[in-house]
């Protein structure tokens, strides 16, 4: 992923991770080379319709984009007066949604609750 910032764009570490414990959820850790590791948590839904559209009205915003014919997800994250926006390749963000949904398909995720599975 790359964080975009006024000059260029920064590359970040970025894990995306899923748990099946947590079926609702989908959580990045941000890593900028920086003793200092955000993580953010917030619903997989909000990150599979983002692929399509512009997904969110709160502290996460996602929405598609394509650049020079390849395919992006941004995301923007908001916390009190501190935002940030990345980038990352669609590609990857669809391969890792397709990993979640062979663990939990989308739409039954109470039927998982309490069912043990991770997916990074």
Do not use: C
Request: glycine share 10%; proline share 4%; net charge negative.
């Amino acid at each position: 992923m790359a964080l975009l910032e006024e000059e260029a764009p920064l590359p970040v570490v970025t894990d995306l991770r899923y748990d099946s414990t947590d079926p609702f959820s989908v959580f990045m850790v941000f890593n900028a080379g920086t003793d200092m590791v955000i993580e953010w948590e917030f619903g997989r839904e909000l990150l599979d319709s983002g692929r399509r559209r512009l997904t969110g009205l709160g502290d996460v915003q996602i929405w598609p984009a394509e650049i020079r014919g390849h395919g992006l997800v941004y995301m923007s994250f908001r916390s009190g007066w501190e935002k940030f926006v990345v980038a990352a390749s669609a590609v990857a963000i669809d391969e890792f949604m397709e990993r979640t949904a062979e663990v939990v398909p989308l739409g039954e995720e109470r039927s998982f609750l309490g069912v043990e599975g991770f997916v990074r």
